[in-house]
């Protein structure tokens, strides 16, 4: 008995215990200690429910903030109304399988490394870092149960909104300012991707990746959607100093290269400017084949 008292004292029945006190019948017999044990115990069960919170027929558990995102679709103009640079629709062409094999090899990469954030750019405008990103994007989302954000960083040329052809979104510069959360920014294209567009230009978009408001705001979507891969589309790193203000926010880079107007020299560049702040995790050569 002295055993069960240093239990649930609160599961203990009141007349049960009055009707066999230990100064008027004396010790319970082993038959006595089983029925009050066993009394006891389903009143402690009792207890436990209703001291449970009622549901009120609500889910058990919410969505998590990667499933409240609102919904967009490509507009029109991206899915064929003219020539599209989703190459996700034509998975048969050879551009398609080129990107499905850089987004298996840059996985592999990440994995390896416990890399997530990488940064897509240019050494000059033109070269198709937005095109370069957009597919890359795609590709990446559709590996199943994986999550990838495609954010335009490229403040002096954002392109994403017009690539998708969607309108009506964007909010970037309170996104950085830290006046705009992320649940209230991004917006989900798919089932594994989300977006955060861009839709004003910020001529002083270096000085706006140095600011401390908008570290934290990239930290803080990273911590709510917590995203296998983030895609950084940015302007060209030989033309502003935007790269090289976000090199602290990323993990690698992939440079694209015209393979009709980039140098050698210009890649080099591309290389000191990375210096040792990021990692270049290679170089993609595009438009080396006009038939395709």
């Known amino acids: 008995m002295k055993d069960y008292l240093e239990g649930d004292m609160a599961a203990i029945d009141g ?16 038959k006595e200690r089983k029925i009050f044990r066993r009394k006891a115990a389903r ?14 027929g609500l889910p058990a558990m919410l ?35 080129s990107f499905d094999l850089l987004r298996t090899r840059l996985m592999a ?28 994007a795609q590709s990446l989302a559709r590996v199943p149960g994986t999550r990838t954000v495609l954010m335009d960083m490229n403040r002096r040329a954002p392109g994403i909104a017009s690539a998708l052809d969607i309108h009506g979104q964007g909010h970037m510069d309170a996104f950085l300012a830290g006046t705009c959360s992320p649940m209230d920014h991004l917006v989900r294209c798919g089932e594994g991707l989300a977006l955060g567009l861009a839709d004003t230009v910020d001529a002083n978009a270096a000085e706006t990746f140095h600011d401390p408001l ?50 050698a020299a210009q890649v080099r ?20 084949r006009s038939s395709d």
Not at 269 to 288: F, H, K, P, W
């Open 109 to 136: 990469t990440l994995r390896s490394q416990g890399w997530r954030r990488v940064a897509i750019a240019a050494p000059t405008s033109g070269c198709g870092a937005t095109f370069t990103a957009v597919n890359l």
């Open 15 to 30: 007349d049960f215990l009055a009707a066999h006190s230990w100064n008027e019948a004396g010790p319970m017999d082993r």
């Open 43 to 56: 009143r402690a069960e009792e207890a436990s429910l209703l001291t449970e919170p009622k549901s009120y």
């Open 214 to 263: 908008a570290i934290r705001a990239l930290d803080e979507m990273m911590l709510t959607f917590d995203p296998d891969v983030v895609l950084y589309d940015l302007p060209a790193v030989l033309e502003h100093d935007d790269v090289a203000a976000f090199l602290p926010q990323v993990d690698g880079v992939l440079l694209v290269a015209d393979g009709t107007v980039t140098t």
């Open 269 to 288: 560049a591309c290389e000191e400017i990375l210096g040792e702040q990021a990692e270049l995790l290679g170089v993609i050569l595009n438009r080396t």
């Open 63 to 97: 969505p998590d903030a990667w499933e409240r995102l609102p919904r967009v679709k490509p507009g029109a103009a991206a899915v064929g109304v003219r020539p599209s640079p989703l190459v996700n629709l034509f998975r048969g062409s050879g551009t398609s399988r």
